[in-house]
């Protein structure tokens, strides 16, 4: 069955960085497009950014354009989240997504706080 692993959450200083992950099983990666959406507390889930299949485009938020990267690893089923000069807001849930599959993983709580 469809599998969504995410990791690499955790808790950072403001103008920190992490590194999301997502690994995923049970369908032909590589043949999707793949998103991160957040959830904060009290907030509706909300798109954080997007890519095809074979990474050739990508979309984001304006809220994380400039700081956040999404990028994949067909080779290792694999989607990233690069996140960069984070900000208190950015605190939320992140969840991985496989649109077409509406899959979603279990989420990794990113915590961005002094």
């Known amino acids: 069955q469809v599998q969504l692993v995410e990791s690499g959450g955790g808790l950072v200083q403001p103008g920190g960085s992490l590194r999301l992950s997502c690994a995923a099983s049970?369908?032909?990666?590589?043949?999707?497009?793949m998103s991160w959406y957040r959830q904060a507390p009290g907030k509706e889930r909300e798109l954080v950014a997007g890519?095809?299949?074979?990474?050739?485009?990508?979309n984001y938020a304006d809220s994380v354009k400039g700081r956040f990267t999404i990028s994949r690893d067909n080779s290792k089923n694999t989607v990233y989240l690069q996140m960069n000069s984070l900000k208190p807001e950015d605190t939320a849930a992140y969840y991985c997504?496989?649109?077409?599959?509406?899959?979603w993983g279990q989420g990794t709580q990113v915590t961005v706080s002094s």
């Open positions: 049970g369908f032909y990666f590589s043949s999707y497009s």
């Open positions: 997504y496989a649109p077409r599959l509406g899959s």
């Open positions: 890519i095809t299949s074979a990474g050739g485009s990508t």
